[in-house]
Structures are given as C-alpha cells and as structure tokens.
C-alpha cells in the first residue's frame, strides 16, 4: 500500500519560509508526476505545485516566484520550498502523486501564516 507522509507545517509570520517534505514509502510505484495541492477553511482544493520525473515543473500564479518544488528520485521524497509567505498561504497542504493511472494523497500538513 502506497503511502504519502507529509512533514513540516508549522506557524509562522508573514514574509518567512518554510520547506514541506513528502515522503513516499510501501508497495511498487513509480510516480510520473508528484505535487502540492492545498485546501483553506471554506475553499476548494487547489493546485500549488506539480513536478514530473523527469524535473518539469508547474506552479499556481499565486505562488510562482515565491515557492519551488523539487524531488529526490533516490528517496522517494517531494519537496516545497516556501519563501515570502502571506497570510492567504494559510490552508493544508497535500501531497499527491500520479502513477500514470490514480492518484495517491496524503493526510495533509497544516501551514498557518500569521503574526
């Protein structure tokens, strides 16, 4: 059974970083595309993230400039580096990864911005 893990949600202050890590672990799987979703108290989910095997990235308009994904293939791991944060970065965190045919989530770390 494929399983997500995220970690590094935290509270902090506006205009500060933090780096979410997502850990992939049990069964076989290759994911050809891993990401971050995120959700806030009364809105839908939404996309913040995707990066392919291979390094090609996408990003929410909202965040581009201020956050960067990246992957470790060797460890099974995604990463969100967070930069410039603003209170409407606050929500859960998700991670997601695609193995060409489903979608695996995780439970979610929370990211409060606020001073």
């Given at each position: 059974q494929v399983q997500l893990v995220e970690s590094g949600g935290d509270l902090v202050q506006p205009g500060g970083s933090l780096r979410l890590s997502c850990l992939a672990s049990g069964g076989s799987f290759?994911?050809?595309?891993?990401?971050?979703?995120?959700?806030?108290?009364?809105?839908?989910?939404?996309?913040?993230?995707?990066?392919?095997?291979i390094g090609a990235t996408i990003y929410a308009a909202s965040v581009k400039g201020r956050?960067?994904?990246s992957r470790d293939n060797a460890k099974n791991t995604v990463y969100l580096q967070m930069s410039s944060l603003k209170p409407e970065d606050t929500a859960v965190y998700v991670c997601n990864g695609f193995d060409g045919r489903?979608?695996?989530?995780?439970?979610?770390?929370?990211?409060?911005v606020s001073s």
């Open positions: 290759s994911f050809s595309s891993m990401g971050w979703y995120r959700q806030a108290p009364g809105k839908q989910r939404e996309l913040v993230a995707r990066v392919t095997s956050f960067t994904i489903r979608n695996y989530w995780g439970q979610g770390t929370q990211v409060t």
